[in-house]
């Protein structure tokens, strides 16, 4: 299995990335998938899951209405668009399927 993030970076409050996670060796089209992060000295906080057909999406309350997790699993590909970023969002990002995750990709926001 493997988990490659991307998109991370510098944003203004407000602002808007797209994070995307390139997965391998596994049945990507079968896989319930999901967004964890993970802030300075604390612990991982689910932020969003998506059922292997993408028609069910779950969203933490945190993050609810701001961000949507995204797949195509022609791709094997999956997406979190994040928009109206706040300073409480800067967090290492990983794209996740128990028991395994990616590297993360680190978005920071920030004035």
């Known amino acids: 299995v493997q988990l490659v993030e991307s998109g991370g970076g510098l944003v203004q409050p407000g602002g808007s990335l797209r994070l995307s996670c390139a997965a391998s060796?596994?049945?990507?089209?079968?896989?319930?998938m999901k967004w964890v992060r993970q802030a300075p000295g604390k612990g991982f906080e689910w932020v969003a899951s998506?059922?292997?057909?993408?028609?069910?999406?779950y969203y933490a309350d945190s993050v609810k209405g701001r961000f949507t997790i995204s797949r195509d699993n022609a791709k094997n590909t999956l997406y979190l668009q994040m928009n109206g970023l706040k300073p409480e969002d800067t967090a290492m990002y990983y794209c996740?399927?128990?028991?395994?995750r990616g590297q993360g990709t680190q978005v920071t926001v920030s004035s």
């Open positions: 996740a399927t128990d028991p395994h």
């Open positions: 060796g596994f049945a990507f089209s079968k896989t319930t």
């Open positions: 998506i059922i292997p057909g993408g028609y069910e999406r």
